[in-house]
């Protein structure tokens, strides 16, 4: 495993850690379809299917995290989001966030910020 994609896994468990923290319930983790990967799909507290995008940074010198989440990925993430309510059968309310994971040097998070309906 190279170490980018060993960050991007750790932050992907941090941030669904962080999740289940909150009282949402975690149902897929790298969900894949040909139409792409979904980081995280889980079920908020107020029950709403969440479609979440993870994107690990060891910080903002370059830009925010966020930025990384581009109009090409939004509508990759729409498509596989659709495969998967297809797939699963599923008609409910659904939303699209984004957690932006930055990593401190001592192989933990330093902080995780979490944006509801991000796009």
Known sequence: MNDQKGKGDRGEAAAAAALVRQGYTVLERQYRCRWG?????????????????VKTRSGTAFAQAREF?????????R???GCYLAEKDLDCPCRFDVAEVYWAAEDRPRSIHYIINAF
């Open 69 to 77: 989440v581009t109009a090409a990925k939004q509508q990759k993430l």
């Open 37 to 53: 990967e979904i980081d995280i799909i889980a079920r908020s507290p107020e029950d709403i299917l969440c479609f979440v995008e």
């Open 79 to 81: 498509s596989a989001a």
